[in-house]
């Protein structure tokens, strides 16, 4: 039998825990030490409230999801944050354990007004499918983090791609594997970016989430990057890229 889902969990606490303002939200589906990794909110189910509080003062706020994955016990949400002229891509990583969340990870960055391949950080397909190669496909995922983004080999990227085919929407890259052989060859010669390790795999079907720790432009880094999987190739990319600060309001780290 297949486990429970914990989708219903998050969007009740979204839409109505942090949407309508129900306080009671907050005191049943988030745990007293709820465990937050985003560098800037207080630990604990306080320092949510706290940051709820917070957001009552933004203009116009509105959170958007638009991917939803789920990978027992954790539920990815791929979301646009709007406030006020604002527009940030954001990735929100929530851990639930017994019907409460218990533990949250997230980066975000804004989104440029423009790009090289004329997509946003955001459109694109949301449908999950092929849950049966869920596995397989975070086996490929892993594979190509290590291999080419760690290690560098990248002699071994046309293992992961159909051709040239590679739709992207990191908003400095360009669309095909020609243009992400260019930017790993520049990284890998004193380039901005390195990725040195993975620290979780979330994956649902036909999405895979790597997230990364490494270094961009000499700064410490949240790399997190979310491929589409098609016929058992890397089809499409998003990603965030996010500096890791050098003091925190917890001691939990992003990772």
């Known amino acids: 039998m297949a486990p429970a889902s914990n989708k219903p969990v998050v969007f009740e606490f979204l839409e109505r825990g942090f949407g309508q303002g129900d306080l009671s939200v907050?005191?049943?589906?988030?745990?007293?030490?709820?465990?937050?990794?985003?560098?800037?909110?207080?630990?604990?189910?306080?320092?949510?409230?706290?940051?709820?509080?917070?957001l009552q003062t933004f203009e116009d706020n509105e959170f958007r999801p638009i991917r939803v994955i789920e990978d027992d016990p954790i539920v990815l949400l791929h979301c646009e944050w709007?406030?006020?002229?604002?527009?940030?891509?954001?990735?929100?990583?929530?851990?639930?354990?017994?019907g409460q969340l218990v533990e949250h990870w997230d980066a975000m960055q804004d989104q440029p007004a423009s790009t090289p391949h004329g997509r946003t950080m955001?459109?694109?397909?949301?449908?999950?499918i092929d849950h049966d190669k869920t596995e397989r496909n975070k086996a490929l995922v892993r594979d190509f983090v290590n291999a080419v983004l760690i290690?560098?080999?990248?002699?071994?990227?046309?293992?992961?791609?159909?051709?040239?085919?590679?739709?992207?929407?990191s908003p400095n890259l360009a669309d095909g594997v020609a243009a992400l052989r260019a930017h790993l060859s520049a990284g890998q010669n004193g380039g901005t970016a390195h990725y040195n390790a993975i620290h979780r795999l979330v994956g649902e079907g036909n999405f895979v989430l790597a997230q990364c720790a490494g270094v961009s432009g000499g700064t410490p880094c949240a790399f997190y990057d979310l491929y589409r999987l098609e016929n058992g190739k890397l089809a499409e990319h998003w990603d965030i890229v996010q500096p890791i600060p050098a003091t925190f309001a917890h001691n939990n780290g992003m990772f």
């Open 122 to 128: 955001l459109d694109g397909p949301a449908e999950v």
């Open 26 to 54: 907050f005191e049943r589906l988030v745990a007293e030490d709820y465990i937050q990794h985003n560098p800037f909110i207080q630990t604990g189910r306080k320092g949510l409230l706290a940051f709820r509080e917070v």
């Open 82 to 98: 709007r406030t006020g002229a604002q527009r940030r891509a954001v990735f929100e990583m929530l851990r639930v354990h017994n």
């Open 151 to 169: 290690e560098g080999r990248h002699l071994r990227l046309a293992e992961f791609f159909d051709g040239d085919r590679y739709i992207q929407h």
